[in-house]
């Protein structure tokens, strides 16, 4: 039989409108009508459940039960929504368009902007009937407890019942199930080669003559890789000096069951093509499912003058999205093995005779990289220069980096001891700072752009304002964005999957930006802005 849907709650749709009007204000990217819609659907959900357990909370220090609106209460509540809601959709609608202006975006049609009140719509009554199934499954296991134990502790227990399950399904047993089934299914999407790559034939990169890895156990971008960078003809067009042809080396999934079986594959075929003869050696954690950048990585090959080798090994077949939430201790076992493989062979070396060391790790790249060191001496110590690009908010050192950062200094490019080692930049070509002060030894450089939500997004955002939202805001961050609890978390997390659909120079995009890290970080002799400009043209 069917049933009449229960009627909203006037305190909690008080609660959804402000939270809507909340949500329209800016976050670190601009925003389609779609987007905002879900944004706005989520924060609507969300301030209707405050606003109900509001009035629950009221009425239980009352001591008294609901009570039906009065119909002039509901005439107000419409009334207020059509003038807020007209008033922040304008007042949205130009902040984003600001916020496409400071990026270099066109700016987006009128029609899909009124997108977002139809998509919320559908995201609030999505979200409302999913809560009031999980309240239905509690009421009835509290009836069905209630035969054995009394009321209060049968809603307990209900209350309990579903959210232990409730908890299982999102960290436990959903999460497993989906890492797996995305691991079968983007398996099979590995055993492919992107259009145009071809096998080497060239003994200098894996898959090639002679290579102990196979060419079929390099996966998809490992293949991608290893035929693709600049040879020596072009470097040598580029520097007008001699040249060598560079070394690429890799070990995909395939190469071995294991991450240090894989990773001791991966530094054995470096070996065999001369990796540790050349001056510069490069360990770079993938992403995903075993991306790295191409301009990246052929902005260090063309600075070092193709005197160098890169090693590299994919760890999931997910990607890096998909990774970044579910697939960390794979990134951090990844990371960690391949350095530690190559340490171990590199230390071996008589001192005169070693390459120069050298880390990267770009998104959660670079949360792999960073788990061999335990900190700024590791660093130091160990390798001649690492650079870490986009990092994600709970990477480990770059946390402790920014929290020790000096006073004075802000979250979005702080100073750390001085720039001693470890230095900030969220515009590389106008430096690191602090300027003036002489970066001598190893280099670590750290790039993050303020308006990058991969960097910038963590659980806290729920309930505190971080350092970046009470700082002055950084280049390509609007004044008006500011913290709003729920609200900004949900924006920030909207953000990331959008992360690289903006201009370089902004959120998750940093391709050209390497240019100037790499030539920070190897300082090369003569290099001129005109050089870091005429690279740029060549990797785009």
Known sequence: ????????????????????????????????GVVQGVVSGISAATGYGIGVLFAAVWRAFADRGPRPPRHWAW???????????????VLGRQWQGLLRELMGMPAEPLWRALLAPLVAVVVFAALLAVARAVRAAARALSRLMSRWVGPSAARALGALGVAAVALLLVTGTAVDGLLAAADRAFALEDDTTAD????????????????????????????????????????????????????RAYAGMAAADDAETRARAAVDDLERAGGFSRAR???????????????TMAAFEYIAGGDSAIVAMQYSYVPSGLSYLVDQTRARAAGRGLFDAVYERWSTL???????????GESLGSFGAEAAFSGEHDLRNRVAGALFVGPPNFNALHTEFREDRHPGSREVE???????????????????????????????????????????????????????????????????????????????????????????????????????????LLRPAGWTPADADRLRALIR
């Open 1 to 32: 039989m069917w049933r009449r849907p229960a009627p909203l709650s006037l305190p909690g749709c008080w609660g959804a409108l402000l939270l809507v009007c909340a949500s329209l204000t800016p976050s670190l990217l601009p925003r389609g």
């Open 75 to 89: 005439r107000v509540l419409l009334v207020s929504a059509a003038v807020l809601g007209a008033v922040f959709f």
């Open 196 to 247: 145009g790559v071809q096998r080497p034939d060239s003994a200098l990169r894996s898959g090639g003559p002679g290579s102990l890895v196979a060419w079929d156990d390099l996966g998809r971008e490992g293949r991608t890789f290893v035929a693709e960078g600049p040879t020596a003809t072009e470097i040598r067009a580029f520097s007008g000096t001699v040249a060598e042809e560079p070394i």
């Open 281 to 295: 050696l490069l360990v770079a954690t993938t992403t995903g499912r075993g991306w790295l950048d191409a301009g």
């Open 350 to 360: 008589p001192p005169e005779g070693r390459p120069e060391l050298y880390v990267f």
């Open 414 to 520: 702080p100073v750390y001891r001085d720039g001693r080692t470890v230095r900030f930049s969220n515009e590389v070509s106008v430096g690191a700072p602090p300027a003036g002060v002489p970066w001598t030894g190893p280099r670590v450089l750290i790039l993050q752009h303020p308006s990058d939500p991969i960097t910038w997004w963590s659980p806290s955002l729920l309930l505190s304002r971080p350092d970046w939202l009470e700082e002055d805001p950084g280049r390509d961050v609007l004044d008006e964005m500011v913290w709003i609890p729920f609200v900004s978390f949900w924006q920030v997390t909207l953000d990331m999957p959008f992360a690289v659909d903006v201009p370089e120079g902004h959120g998750h995009r940093y391709s050209q930006e390497s240019v100037d890290a790499w030539a920070l």
